[in-house]
């Protein structure tokens, strides 16, 4: 199978009154058709601005977006509707993400009344359909969001983003606001609808147990760029970058036995406001060297999987 | 009893609104040791907080009603106590820190003042005295006593929780009260908080009351658990009790929810439907409608309080047979 989206070089600037802050800084990677790319990094790393900037929620500064071999990186309001209509968005908070004002019903049925190719009756039963797919009871058709709890508010996001039969979600942190009982029925739910309609995910979370039961590959980020990308056993198995081996010592692990060394980070993540060249990690990474001072290249180390870091490549 | 510190027996609390009552806890039963670490684990809406917020008498009143139940303190039930006690007991011998540390601090006061005054307000020593003290709590969080004189903005989340942690230890009280302390760091940052209370816990031989939704920071943390659902202790014993030997069919839903770092499943086991509308619990074993392993009597009985073994108990009829 292809690749469905592919992204080169992107980057995404702010401008700030202390300088330019680099969001997102030079990320590339490809998303097979039907699979889940797993992206995680602490707050401020830009894995949420990375997946806006590739939806166009925000114009990237540099660098190129492929969709379906298509070069979607400049594109005019017409393109971009066409795009919307291929690829969609989940948000973590999903009560902040549905209007208040509207009924269940007509949160999901707004996507295809803006789209405008349906009859009446053919939205009302696409409507019933959608709300059926993400196991809404009918009864909940004219609630409104308030009424409701986190999970099914979720379910919500998910019927709309699936209205328009995209090809391609970005999730945002969609469980990290659930309770852990709802979020396995949410994981459960995505995964059933990536099975039945080949979706494609992108996966934001920074809770690395979810991305490795739910990614296929996981690209973990640090302060604008990608520090390591594989797939998703091979990276808790054989994690090369020195913050990704902090980040998974870091997780505390449901079992009373467990012994384990834990890689304590020193500090916290630098500005991203005018980064130096070199390593963005090396001020609070215990292997530094001298080295770490000159930028970074992205190796291939052994098949899909790749690191940016020279003290990992030369083990 | 010399060891025990805190004994909360038989607690019900009720939120009274316009027409509806909220049965937030319903018959908690807690008891925790000099030293020890008792986690309090359950979803939202459990009760969690609200048990937390019992202790420290900060239940706001109305709309809360605590209608039954003693919550004794070194052998004094707090209930009892009159406004000016309570007030000396509060940050002296007991204190709480928050979830969110920005809401925590005064924004408009630098954090070495803010320890300062902690500090004064329970001990009759000079303020430059108070501040030495402070300085002192500063850098055992890990923070420069440079920055002392620096606002709540000047500081990262996870600095921000550290300065709270440091004012709540600052009068080096018996009791901790910690209402899901990391939930809002990130992992890395999360792993030195911990790192922290536990270094602060054994220097200090401070009991704390750790109160999570997240079964790891519980494996790390607790000797003692308390399982929370819909207002009641379904499960409570070791944490090797609960972890090795769970028996409440909840409490293994929420083990079989986790995603598991060390083993490849395809999918996971959630558990079925919602926790019941707290102003609507149903009659009988409140966990009765999600259960798998429900019979008859679950729902016309109710649940019965078993022992498994020395201290480990269940809100379980079934439990032993099943699980």
């Known amino acids: 199978m292809g690749n469905i989206l592919e992204v080169r070089n992107l980057k995404k600037y702010f401008n700030t009154p202390k300088g330019q802050l680099h ?25 949420s601005t990375l997946g806006r900037t590739i939806l166009h929620l925000l114009d990237s500064t540099d660098g190129q977006i492929f969709f379906e071999g298509k070069d979607i990186t400049r594109v005019n309001k017409k393109e971009l509707v066409k795009i919307r209509e291929e690829m969609q968005i989940i948000f973590q908070d999903p009560f902040a993400s549905l209007n208040p004002r509207m009924s269940v019903r007509q949160i999901i049925m707004e996507p295809l009344i803006i789209q405008g190719v349906m009859t009446k009756a053919e939205m009302e039963q696409e409507t ?17 969001p308030h009424e409701l709890d ?31 009982s709802i979020q396995a029925q949410i994981l459960n739910l995505m995964l059933d609808l990536q099975e039945e309609r080949g979706l494609t995910y992108i996966f934001v979370t920074h809770d690395l147990s979810v991305v490795k039961y739910i990614s296929d590959e996981i690209m973990v980020m640090y302060l604008g760029q990608m520090v390591e990308k594989a797939p998703a056993d091979e990276l808790f198995d054989n994690p090369l970058h020195p913050y990704t081996k902090a980040l998974l010592s870091a997780i505390p692990l449901p079992d009373v036995h467990a ?50 870091c020279h003290i990992a490549e030369s083990h | 009893m010399e060891n025990n510190l805190l004994k909360v027996n038989d607690l019900i609390i009720e939120y009274h ?17 000099k030293g020890e670490t008792l986690g309090l684990v359950g979803e939202t809406g459990a009760g969690k907080t609200t048990i937390a917020k019992a202790i420290l008498r900060i239940l706001p009143d109305p709309p809360a009603k605590i209608k039954q139940g003693k919550i004794f303190f070194e052998g004094t039930d707090l209930l009892e106590l009159s406004e000016k ?10 204190s709480m820190i928050f979830q969110d540390p920005m809401t925590a601090l005064n924004p408009i006061m630098s954090i070495g003042k803010q320890i300062a005054e902690t500090i004064r307000l329970h001990e009759k020593i000079s303020k430059a005295r108070a501040n030495i003290e402070a300085i002192k709590m500063l850098e055992l969080v890990g923070i420069p006593g440079e920055r002392f004189g620096e606002y ?29 302390p990391t939930t809002a760091l990130d992992v890395t940052i999360q792993a030195q908080v911990l790192e922290l209370m536990n270094k602060l816990k054994k220097e200090l031989n401070t009991s704390v009351l750790l109160i999570t939704h997240d079964l790891g920071i519980v494996a790390e943390m607790c000797d003692k658990v308390a399982v929370i659902y819909a207002g009641e202790v379904v499960e409570s014993g070791s944490a090797i009790d609960i972890f090795d030997n769970t028996a409440h069919p909840y409490t293994k839903g929420l083990f079989d929810s986790l995603p598991k770092l060390d083993s490849m499943e395809s999918r996971l086991k959630p558990i079925k439907g919602m926790m019941p509308d707290p102003t609507e619990l149903p009659s009988g074993c409140k966990f009765y409608d999600r259960c798998p392993y429900a019979v008859e009597d679950c729902k016309s009985l109710g649940a019965e309080k078993k022992e498994m073994g020395s201290g480990h108990y269940v809100l379980c009829r079934r439990a032993g047979e099943v699980c």
């Not at chain 1, 019933?128 to 409104?144: F, H, I, K, N, W």
């Not at chain 1, 099914?152 to 852990?180: H, W």
């Not at chain 2, 440091?166 to 910690?178: D, E, G, I, T």
Request: charged share 25%; glycine share 10%.
């Open chain 1, 128 to 144: 019933d359909q959608l709300m059926e797919t993400v196991g809404l009871a009918r009864r909940l058709s004219g609630a409104y």
């Open chain 1, 259 to 308: 012994k384990r060394k834990r890689i304590l980070l020193e500090g916290e993540i630098t500005s991203p406001i005018n980064p130096k060249p070199g390593c963005r990690f090396a001020a609070r990474c215990i292997y530094a060297t001298q080295e770490c001072a000159e930028p970074q290249h992205i190796v291939e180390i052994s098949k899909n999987h790749y690191v940016s």
């Open chain 2, 17 to 33: 609104s316009d027409k509806k009552i909220v049965q937030a806890v319903n018959g908690v039963n807690l008891e925790l040791n």
């Open chain 2, 85 to 94: 006690k309570m007030s000396h007991i509060k940050g002296n011998e007991i």
């Open chain 1, 23 to 47: 969001a997102v800084d030079g990320v590339s990677f490809a998303i097979e058709k039907g699979k889940t790319l797993g992206i995680v990094g602490e707050s401020g790393c830009g894995k």
């Open chain 2, 152 to 180: 709540p903005h000047q500081f990262s989340g996870g600095m921000k929780q550290r300065v709270v942690i440091a004012m709540a230890l600052a009068c080096k009280p018996k009791l901790l009260l910690a209402d899901e």
């Open chain 1, 150 to 180: 986190g999970g099914r508010r979720q379910r919500i996001g998910i019927a709309r983003a699936l209205a328009l039969n995209p090809k391609f979600i970005l999730c945002d942190e969609p469980v990290s606001a659930l309770d852990v």
